[in-house]
Antibody
Framework: QLQLQESGPGLVKPSETLSLTCTVS?????????WAWIRQPPEKGLEWIGS???YYNPSLRSRVTISMDTSKNQFSLNLRSVTAADTAVYYC?????????????WGHGILVTVSS | QSVLTQPPSVSAAPGQKVTISCFGR????????VSWYQQLSGTAPKLLIY???KRPSGIPDRFSGSKSGTSATLGITGLQTGDEADYYC??????????????FGGGTKLTVL
């Protein structure tokens, strides 16, 4: 059974870089899927950050990098120049390819707070 | 403000049926598949419906999805207290200038009275 687990610091200072890792178990990240990051600010809805290393939310594109480490079966998120508005629960998820697009499964999520 | 419009909340009694709507545009729902996600309190979202009306393995047939034009609907029959959750629709948006973006609805909180 495929499982995803987010890890990284729970507190990041303003203007610094938020770095998270998603470890995939029960399957390979080199399989025929993309890998995505989605976030949810406290008491708010879901926001797609990006998938793979090509498709990014235009509102975040200038600050986001998603990369893969196939040797560790992990993929990562870097979000630069963070502000309080980036405080959210960050989820990693597997994303389907092609015209049939869905996200499944999701990691448990990690709360990242941006504060000095 | 979300690109996809959902009612903030819906409610119904146990055993009853409820529907949750998701309104979009031709560039998103009108030309792409819709998926639905269930988020129980304090947990990660879970895929409920994909490709407008398909259920992943393990999702009971009490849950159904449909799409017509630029709107989609999630239906839940035989409501149970365990169905209380936030529900989100999502789809791809090919709109001009977007460069392609995945969009979620604002979410609908289901209360089982």
């Amino acid at each position: 059974q495929l499982q995803l687990q987010e890890s990284g610091p729970g507190l990041v200072k303003p203007s610094e870089t938020l770095s998270l890792t998603c470890t995939v178990s029960g399957g390979s990240i080199t399989s025929n899927y993309y890998w995505a990051w989605i976030r949810q600010p406290p008491e708010k809805g879901l926001e797609w950050i990006g998938s793979g290393n090509t498709y990014y939310n235009p509102s975040l594109r200038s600050r986001v990098t998603i990369s893969m480490d196939t040797s560790k079966n992990q993929f990562s998120l870097n979000l630069r120049s963070v502000t309080a508005a980036d405080t959210a629960v960050y989820y990693c998820a597997r994303k389907s390819r092609g015209s049939s697009i869905w996200f499944d499964p999701w990691g448990h999520g990690i709360l990242v707070t941006v504060s000095s | 403000q979300s690109v996809l419009t959902q009612p903030p909340s819906v409610s119904a009694a146990p055993g009853q049926k409820v529907t949750i709507s998701c309104f979009g545009r031709s560039s998103d729902i009108g030309n792409n598949y819709v998926s639905w996600y269930q988020q129980l309190s304090g947990t990660a979202p879970k895929l409920l419906i994909y490709d407008n009306d398909k259920r992943p393995s393990g999702i009971p047939d009490r849950f159904s999805g449909s799409k017509s034009g630029t709107s989609a609907t999630l239906g839940i029959t035989g409501l149970q207290t365990g169905d209380e959750a936030d529900y989100y629709c999502g789809t791809w948006d090919n709109g001009p200038g977007s460069g392609g973006i995945w969009v979620f609805g604002g979410g609908t909180k289901l209360t089982v009275l």
